[in-house]
């Protein structure tokens, strides 16, 4: 019994408000599947103290990185009774939009650990996440997750999921697992903080479903998060082209630097944005730039606060329509604006609110 308690799920998450990962660095919502991935260049570093039935205590750490925008690589090490690190790696097939806000991905779990250890590692999973609050055009409905996982003998279970937002800074969870051969079924329940864009706090308890309170795991965890600068090629310039004598030509015209670029920290000139960015403008009914303020994607569960001059900034999104989302300290939805992003150059819309 106490083994089956401890087979714990292996599966890719995406959470609302904010992505997190799980006790093994992939994206979760508990430890169950979900279809959502880490954000391009967004690398997320935790740890965790676990205290499971019948193991000593131990404490977890990961790291997980977005990369492309669809592809989650994440490495974790202190897994209990696990003397070595492990490596999961996940898909987003399709990504989730305002017009389909249903996400699919796909992944490998726990590399590098056996199937028959007291946590089972070497797996694989399907997902699908669909964003409750798209579907019925109202906010705060939460996000319904479904799926499978199974190791590479094919003993497959069906797990789901749900997840509730309260107000825009935390959210709970609660998945259920089905028996899988001679290993039963299992509940877990979690709770996520968020107070801040880059960090959270998040507390889960797991067990079978016939376990009491006493005969639980229990977990206690934080993480913290940083967008890191794409690595550019620099370009070789073209060699000068002789001419067997002079020919007349037209100076060309100077060239200017770019305009300058709204930043977290005011007005600068970097080099340009990449493409499928989106920043957004929040001010008030009589133009004057609204900062502190948070501002989300419906059906895409990224927040961020805007700076004091009304700025705040989306990158790594998919070319596609996108509604903004802005909301006050208690979570109330303020205003809300559609708006475009191309896969040519960044996008600007400005949220007047009312």
Request: glycine share 12%; hydrophobic share 40%; net charge neutral.
């Amino acid at each position: 019994m106490k083994r089956a308690l401890l087979a714990l799920p292996l599966l890719l998450t995406f959470p609302s408000p904010a992505e997190a990962t799980s006790l093994w660095g992939y994206s979760s919502l508990v430890t169950g599947p979900d279809a959502r991935v880490v954000p391009a260049d967004m690398l997320d570093v935790g740890a965790s103290a676990i205290a499971l039935p019948g193991l000593a205590p131990a404490l977890t750490g990961y790291a997980t990185y977005g990369w492309g925008g669809r592809t989650e690589l994440s490495a974790a090490y202190g897994l209990p009774g696990v003397a070595w690190p492990t490596a999961s790696v996940a898909y987003q097939v399709v990504a989730p939009s305002r017009a389909q806000p249903l996400a699919i991905a796909v992944g490998l779990d726990l590399l590098g650990v056996g199937t028959n250890g007291a946590i089972p590692g070497a797996g694989y999973h399907v997902a699908f996440s669909q964003d409750l609050s798209s579907v019925f055009g109202r906010t705060g409905l939460g996000t319904l997750h479904l799926g499978f996982m199974g190791d590479f003998s094919l003993n497959s279970r069906i797990v789901a999921g749900y997840e509730l937002p309260i107000g825009s800074l935390a959210r709970v969870m609660a998945e259920g697992w089905g028996p899988n051969g001679p290993s039963s079924g299992f509940a877990h329940l979690g709770a996520e903080w968020s107070p801040v864009s880059w960090w959270r706090v998040m507390a889960t308890t797991l067990g079978g479903t016939d376990a009491n309170w006493l005969n639980r795991g229990y977990t206690l965890g934080t993480g913290f998060r940083v967008h890191m600068p794409k690595l550019q090629r620099a370009t070789p310039e073209p060699a000068p082209t002789s001419h067997p004598s002079p020919i007349p030509s037209i100076s060309a015209p100077p060239v200017l630097p770019p305009a300058p670029v709204p930043t977290r920290s005011g007005l600068v000139s970097p080099p340009p944005l990449p493409a499928a960015t989106l920043i957004a403008r929040v001010v008030t009914a009589d133009g004057r730039p609204m900062g502190g303020v948070r501002v989300a994607i419906a059906g895409i569960p990224r927040t961020e606060t805007t700076t004091r001059n009304g700025y705040c900034f989306f990158s790594g999104l998919q070319p596609g329509h996108y509604g903004l989302v802005v909301k006050g300290s208690d979570g109330q939805e303020l205003a809300s604006q559609e708006a475009v992003v191309p896969d040519t150059a960044p996008a600007t819309v400005t949220v007047r609110l009312p």
